[in-house]
């Protein structure tokens, strides 16, 4: 039940800002309300909702710049972490799973950018799963989960408005990963902390400015896209 409210969050479904209803909800999933509440908490402890309108009711998250600059800025740190213990640790056979995973990526850019809503980042973050598997620090792989929770929701809502990533943003994705694997092949642990470093904090950087540009339909609150701003001039 938990997995199917992730589902409809991550799919958009659920569109964000939108209150919850427990009693809609439960009628929806075919359970009483007391799994949906508990449900809910977990979900706000994820950071994917929050009280919409100061009055008990939840939503999901409407991503603001405040959050983009908040997840990227620990999972930088977390990830520098995780890639410099697992050069020390990593295995063969992990090597060779990231080099699967790498491949299945890199295949992609045949086919160019996927149409709005259709880019699976499972494989993305399944990359940095295993890395952070090959660390063999618990609690730091739980808290990288914990945020790769909330870049895939806030990815999510820019990926189904059309907004990022593009052919470009996707093939500079795959290519700052190649460099990672040939870092961890050469067990180079500041070279490895510090490429992923820059990897994720290029894809801020992309993110924020394709969000910026106003391609697509994504639009962080508060601000006037240049595409809109001559309506309000």
């Known amino acids: 039940m938990l ?8 799919s958009g479904d659920i569109e964000p800002g939108v209150p919850l209803s427990e009693t809609e909800l439960a009628q929806r999933v075919g359970v009483s309300r007391q799994p949906i509440r508990e449900a ?16 008990g009711a939840r939503a999901v998250v409407v991503f603001e710049e405040r ?14 972490v995780s890639f410099r213990a697992a050069c020390s640790r990593i295995t063969e056979e992990q090597l060779a799973d990231l080099e699967r995973v790498q491949a299945e990526l890199e295949g992609r850019l045949r086919h160019g950018a996927p149409d709005p809503g259709m880019y699976d ?48 943003e996707i093939a500079d994705s795959y290519r700052d990963r190649r460099l990672l694997l040939d870092l961890l092949r050469e067990r180079d642990a500041e070279r490895a902390a510090a490429a992923v470093v820059t990897h994720v904090n290029r894809r801020k950087d ?4 394709a969000i910026e540009s106003g391609r697509g339909g994504f639009r962080l609150p508060g601000v006037i896209s240049p595409g809109r701003a001559a309506v309000f001039a």
């Open 206 to 209: 992309q993110l924020t400015a």
């Open 121 to 168: 980042a499972a494989p993305d973050f399944r990359f940095h799963e295993i890395v952070a598997e090959a660390a063999g620090m618990p609690q730091l792989h739980a808290f990288l989960v914990n945020v790769w929770i909330k870049t895939w929701a806030l990815l999510n809502q820019v990926q189904l408005a059309g907004t990022y990533p593009n052919e470009r």
């Open 67 to 80: 959050h983009i600059a908040e997840i990227y800025s620990i999972r930088a740190a977390l990830e520098s």
């Open 3 to 10: 997995r199917q409210l992730y589902e409809w969050i991550f």
């Open 40 to 55: 809910l908490r977990q979900l706000e402890s994820d950071g994917l909702i929050e009280e919409a309108a100061g009055n």
